[in-house]
């Protein structure tokens, strides 16, 4: 079975503070990871996958097959990242999410 | 204008009664989902359908139903078997090399 867990609920930092979002996962197979965001009163939006390995809006995450782990980072925190995030993994044709970590950056 | 369209925006159902969820798409996905969210709980998929006329039970399925009569459509019917209707339903689709679209959610209250 494929789970994933995001062991915070709240996360709670000062603008211009490194963040770090946590995800693990488990899967038999080779899994295809995602970050998605929600902000207030808008949908719920990809923000990174990590076959593309790229950075959006500052935010990286790599894939650590050894730990089963895809943790969000950003370097430093802005007010408007204020948002719920949530990991996710596709693993036999669904795609899994996990509880979701709201992150709040305070001024 | 391609997209997912979830209707209605919310919806108002009194005890024991069945009522439809609306998610149509046009962007020909082969495949759509639909996810309940709850506060501390995150998305729980309930069903999804990879093909037409083809759908599968998520982790949550007992109480809802679902159809794949047409690629654009997946309704959602939330029966009376249903203990606990009330959150928020969100409905995706993907197409097969994979990306999942949203739509914008309707939230259920039983009254």
């Known amino acids: 079975a494929q789970r994933v867990t995001q062991p915070e609920k709240l996360l709670s930092v000062f603008k211009g503070a490194p963040v770090e979002l946590k995800c693990n996962y488990s899967y038999s197979g080779s899994p295809e990871l995602f970050w998605y965001v929600q902000y207030s009163r808008q949908r719920l939006q990809l923000l990174l996958r990590?076959?593309s390995r790229e950075s959006i809006k500052g935010f990286t995450a790599d894939l650590n097959k050894g730990e089963t782990s895809f943790h969000l980072k950003k370097p430093f925190a802005q007010e408007e990242d204020s948002a719920m995030y949530y990991c996710?993994?596709?693993?036999?044709?669904?795609?899994?999410f996990g509880t979701g970590t709201r992150l709040l950056v305070s001024p | 204008d391609g997209g997912i369209t979830q209707s209605p925006k919310y919806l108002f159902r009194k005890e024991g009664q069945n009522v439809t969820l609306s998610c149509e798409q046009n962007?020909?996905?082969?495949?759509m989902y639909w996810y309940r969210q709850d506060p501390g709980q995150g998305l729980r998929l309930i069903y999804y359908?990879?093909?037409?006329?083809?759908?599968q039970k998520g982790d949550i399925a007992e109480g809802y139903s679902v159809s794949r009569e047409k690629k654009e459509s997946f309704p959602l019917t939330v029966t009376s078997a249903q203990k606990n209707p009330t959150a928020f339903y969100l409905c995706a689709s993907s197409p097969r090399e994979g990306g999942y679209t949203f739509g914008s959610g309707t939230r259920l209250t039983v009254v």
């Open positions: 990590h076959i």
């Open positions: 359908s990879q093909i037409v006329n083809d759908f």
């Open positions: 962007l020909n996905h082969d495949a």
């Open positions: 996710a993994l596709v693993g036999f044709q669904k795609l899994v």
